[in-house]
């Protein structure tokens, strides 16, 4: 499956931004989705996955409680709210997919989005 990855961008410190994630493929609701980030210098990091239908979801414990993942499968879309941004958030966002279950670390994940840079700075 294809993904594109939107939605990034530019945010003071407390402001909000919802990433999205689209697919090319209709059939997208087979796929478990992961969003990931990755700092300058830093490794892989994995941010918040859902399940399938959407009834499970798992957050990083650094975002939970201001990130929410959800997705809509007629749409073919998976976005990433993000609220309470912190300078600490900044990174290339990605999204993943994978058959089965969720996951949370990165080498679970076959198909990969090209990323979308977010920079939390006043």
């Known amino acids: 499956v294809q993904l594109q990855a939107s939605g990034g961008g530019l945010v003071q410190p407390g402001g909000s931004l919802r990433l999205s994630c689209a697919a090319s493929d209709r059939t997208f609701g087979s796929y478990a989705v992961g969003w990931f980030r990755q700092a300058p210098g830093k490794e892989c990091e994995f941010v918040a996955t859902i399940s399938r239908r959407g009834g499970t979801t798992h957050y990083a414990d650094s975002v939970k409680g201001r990130f929410t993942i959800s997705r809509d499968n007629a749409k073919n879309t998976v976005l990433l709210q993000m609220n309470s941004l912190k300078p600490e958030d900044t990174a290339v966002y990605y999204c993943?997919?994978?058959?089965?279950?969720?996951?949370?670390?990165?080498?679970?994940?076959?198909?990969w989005g090209q990323g979308t840079l977010v920079t939390v700075s006043s």
């Open positions: 993943a997919a994978r058959s089965g279950s969720t996951a949370q670390a990165p080498s679970e994940y076959g198909s």
